[in-house]
């Protein structure tokens, strides 16, 4: 009986293979490291090939440790990053750099190489941009695009193939070329609720006109929920699985998480309108649905059929959350790496500290946390971060200072993107949290708190890997819709209300924050 499914979840730093059943339970998972390519803070890439090993290591090892026959999988989904894939007419890589044997063919997501190109872009201000929250982040594929044909026109005079790598991870398993339209419509400008998907008139006045042949993209998506096709013999064979299995259209690594943590309300338009997911690790996603499209600035959409059939979709987000604290792990001396132990050693000594010295714990110190530009609400990769209130303390216990009032600054802008969702007529009346952040308290108490808004937390601490099992599930026909797969397979969840006592002693810290950020303004006028 073929009633289990294998997720996948490509990350920033590792791929992740998890066999979930039929009822959503998370059986067993495996992890597998990726090596990112970093130059200075603008520049970053991966070798996809080695995506694609991390990931076949990854599910092997977690067939193995759930002790499931291979017969027993019905499907596959991935879910990814929305890094870029480049490759020739052949399908070979197209490398951007080769370094110890590795070729680097794949711009990672946080990669900002393309910001010139990007503010380029929003200067059209063509009427596609009105589903981009009237401008493009660097983070998107097509100023990545429009970078490659200016700086390396010698790969794009030889490309074949551009993929979401959420998109090229379908086509490594099955050889079939089709993108999903969840890709498609967050990541490429691609208008899913009109007749032609693509601009033409947007293409060419961005100077990618040919963008369409030289990338091998079609003119329709698949939808989340449904089948692009069924593994190859070579995939299976690298994955330990049957050329039975079918493989789902992917999605961005987010949306499976909002997938996971909204499921159980699929099959309620109304309900899903009053939630928010809140996808937090390396950066954050905020994201919501509704029937009707809402238009903002910086925030990314609305975006139609990008997850639930009919609805719109509208992603916000904040460019370096976790990537912060793990940053700031780096940077002080009593920091090191930012393993997980390291974070829970710091994040105790902060509960102790804030015990003993309570509410005036490091209350000098104020950051404004864009340490890699701000997606939300200003649309600006350009701008940066800031600490003021700073000592010559250079303890454990001022890293945990300063540890502690990066949490909260990561919280007040959250709270201040939540704000500028609202002006757009979008209502969260909760917020359901998935991601690494959960395994943060500290965390998971300041975006109640300082939001003061109902938190909603699965019970799984693998939510995107289940929401990827959802698409899995519902294309391999082990439900009949994807909104029935998300009833079917959601976690329980536990709900923790605001403090509303630490909610009223957070606005001052709010106009603190407001007011660093007009003094940021006013600094980069002089």
């Not at 044997?101 to 946080?110: K, Q, S, V």
């Not at 695009?145 to 026109?153: A, E, F, V």
């Not at 919501?288 to 499209?293: E, G, H, I, L, V």
Request: glycine fraction near 10%; include cysteine; proline fraction near 4%.
């Amino acid at each position: 009986m073929r009633d289990h499914v294998i997720a996948v979840d490509v990350g920033t730093g590792s791929a992740r293979a998890g066999v979930v059943d039929r009822q959503g339970r998370l059986l067993c998972r495996r992890e597998h490291p990726i090596e990112m390519r970093q130059i200075g803070d603008h520049i970053a890439e991966y070798d996809s090939e080695q995506i694609w090993t991390a990931t076949c290591i990854a599910v092997r090892e977690a067939l193995a440790a759930a002790e499931l026959s291979a017969e027993r999988i019905a499907a596959l989904a991935f879910d990814a990053t929305c890094s870029l894939v480049l490759r020739d007419a052949q399908g070979k890589p197209l490398a951007l750099a080769c370094e110890n044997g590795a070729t680097f063919d794949t711009i990672a997501w946080l990669d900002h190489r393309a910001s010139r190109e990007a503010a380029e872009i929003s200067q059209t201000r063509h009427p596609l941009l009105a589903y981009a929250g009237e401008a493009i982040s660097p983070e998107m594929q097509i100023p990545k695009l429009m970078w490659l044909k200016r700086n390396r026109p010698d790969l794009w005079v030889k490309s074949g193939h551009f993929f979401d790598l959420a998109d090229f991870m379908s086509w490594r398993a099955t050889g079939s070329t089709g993108r999903s339209l969840c890709t498609l419509t967050s990541k490429w400008n691609f208008l899913a609720h009109e007749k032609s998907g693509w601009s033409q008139d947007f293409l060419d006045r961005i100077g990618l006109g040919d963008l369409l042949t030289r990338g091998g993209l079609p003119q329709e998506g698949v939808a989340i929920g449904q089948a692009i096709g069924s593994l190859t013999e070579k995939a299976a064979t690298e994955l330990g699985l049957g050329t039975h299995v079918v493989v789902a259209a992917g999605m961005v690594d987010a949306y499976a998480g909002a997938l996971g943590v909204l499921g159980s309300i699929a099959d309620q338009p109304d309900a899903l309108e009053q939630r928010i997911a809140l996808i937090g690790g390396t950066s954050s996603c905020l994201i919501s649905f509704a029937a009707a499209p809402h238009f903002g600035k910086s925030l990314w959409g609305p975006f139609f059929d990008a997850v639930f059939p009919g609805q719109w979709l509208v992603e916000a987000g904040q460019s370096a959350t976790g990537g912060l604290l793990n940053h700031l792990l780096r940077l002080h001396g009593e920091g090191g790496e930012p393993t997980p132990s390291r974070h829970r050693q710091v994040i105790e000594r902060v509960q102790a500290l804030r015990q003993t010295e309570g509410q005036d714990f490091a209350a000098r110190l104020h950051i404004l946390p864009d340490f890699h530009g701000n997606r939300s609400p200003f649309a600006d990769p350009n701008l940066t971060g800031a600490i003021t209130g700073l000592t010559l303390d250079s303890s454990f216990d001022g890293l945990c200072r300063i540890y502690w009032r990066a949490c909260v600054a990561i919280a007040l802008a959250l709270r201040q993107i939540l704000e500028a969702m609202e002006r757009s007529g979008i209502r969260p009346e909760r917020l359901h949290l998935t991601g690494g952040h959960v395994k943060n308290p500290l965390l998971v108490e300041l975006y109640g708190d300082v939001t003061g808004r109902e938190l909603v937390i699965p019970d799984t601490d693998d939510a995107v890997l289940v929401g990827t099992a959802m698409n899995a599930a519902a294309a391999g026909g082990l439900y009949p819709s994807l909104a029935a797969a998300g009833v079917g397979m959601a976690a329980p969840s536990r709900s923790r209300q605001p403090d509303e006592a630490k909610h009223a002693l957070y606005e001052s810290d709010y106009r603190r924050f407001l007011a660093m950020q007009r003094h940021r303004a006013e600094l980069d006028t002089l």
